[in-house]
């Protein structure tokens, strides 16, 4: 299991940017995908992205596509979600969350059932 706490939502006026943080416990943070899933007001917990163990793929929901990005510093056991463009409908709570059932594994699509360890989540808030 591994220990993972969020840091950086608050409130952003439309068209803002926020940089989430994801840090997490443990020596083997590198092996695990990472993802990012939000749940907005009234809303079933949603895919935002993911990012592969080697950071060499990720995978975007359509609805952040070229507005957010994800990145990982393996030394820092740190995952990141910088996001543009903030919309009011990307108003949510963000949670971070590691595939740590399949180390070392590089899946073609994830989902909610993949991911073992998740964060207690940081509020975003998109309005002006």
């Known amino acids: 299991q591994v220990r993972l706490v969020e840091s950086g939502g608050g409130l952003v006026q439309p068209g803002g940017s926020l940089r989430l943080s994801c840090a997490a416990s443990?020596?083997?943070?590198?092996?695990?995908?990472m993802g990012w899933f939000r749940q907005g007001p009234g809303k079933e917990r949603e895919f935002v992205v993911v990012?592969?163990?080697?950071?060499?793929?990720?995978n975007y929901a359509d609805s952040v596509k070229g507005r957010f990005t994800i990145s990982r510093d393996n030394a820092k056991s740190t995952t990141y979600l910088q996001m543009n463009d903030l919309k009011p409908e990307d108003t949510a709570v963000y949670y971070c969350?590691?595939?740590?059932?399949?180390?070392?594994?590089?899946?073609?699509?994830?989902?909610?059932?993949?991911?073992?360890?998740w964060g207690q989540g940081t509020q975003v808030t998109v309005s002006s």
């Open positions: 443990g020596r083997t943070f590198s092996s695990y995908a």
């Open positions: 990012i592969t163990w080697n950071g060499r793929m990720t």
């Open positions: 969350a590691a595939d740590t059932a399949r180390p070392y594994y590089s899946a073609s699509s994830y989902s909610r059932a993949d991911f073992g360890s």
